[in-house]
């Protein structure tokens, strides 16, 4: 399944992670769900942008990092319990926006609306796993083609993730009783992202544009039921 929806992120842009965290539900004690899979993320990520690393847009990274993490040790010292089912409604609805909406103005777009999107979502981050398909859909709109959209939106996602790896292993998560999971997975990542990537430069940008919207789309859905069905 870690190869499956490697492969899935890696040929259509995103949709991977929400996949695997479903699949892990089935299978995990509920303590080991996050922090597993979040370092499991965190290194299809790395592989991802290891990979790719070519097409990453380095300066959209550059403002991008510093901002993403000062949101996570901005909610690290808040130490705030926001409603997850209204962080999830807020995601769904801009994801769907962004998706089928008009076209942001390019000042939204610029650094500072990147800015600002790092630092929401580094600081949601935290509280709700539902932070990617709304990086995703922001680096798609700022992105020239789909390489560069798939390999800065693995570098975005690297910087988002490594923090929850500190946050749960200060507060007491043995990982070192999951490595061999954990080191499995990210191997079997690797060889799903390899493929994935192949399939990508297969795609057109037409195709690639229409499959990225419906799988954001399909993502936006399930944060809605989620939110409804939520406390």
Request: hydrophobic share 60%.
């Amino acid at each position: 399944m870690s190869a499956f929806t490697s492969f899935v992120t890696a040929a259509l842009g995103a949709g991977g992670g929400a996949i695997l965290i479903a699949f892990m539900a089935l299978i995990l004690p509920p303590a080991a769900i996050i922090p597993v899979h979040g370092l499991v993320q965190l290194g299809s990520n790395l592989g991802r942008g290891a990979l790719s690393w070519r097409h990453i847009h380095w300066p959209t990274l550059a403002v991008f990092a510093p901002l993403s993490l000062a949101g996570a040790a901005l909610a690290s010292w808040l130490l705030v319990q926001l409603p997850g089912s209204v962080l999830q409604l807020a995601i769904a609805l801009f994801v769907l926006y962004l998706c089928w909406g008009p076209a942001l103005p390019k000042r939204a777009l610029g650094r500072f609306g990147l800015g600002l999107a790092a630092l929401v979502t580094g600081f949601v981050s935290l509280f709700v796993g539902a932070s990617g398909p709304l990086v995703a859909a922001f680096i798609k709109a700022r992105s020239a083609d789909r390489f560069q959209a798939v390999a800065t939106f693995a570098g975005a996602m690297s910087i988002q993730h490594a923090p929850k790896a500190l946050v749960f292993g200060m507060a007491g998560f043995v990982f070192k009783d999951w490595w061999p999971l954990i080191l499995s997975m990210f191997l079997a990542g690797l060889l799903g992202t390899w493929l994935g990537l192949k399939t990508l430069g297969r795609l057109s940008e037409a195709r690639f544009h229409r499959l990225f919207q419906l799988v954001l789309t399909a993502l936006a859905l399930q944060l809605l039921w989620e939110a409804a069905n939520g406390p």
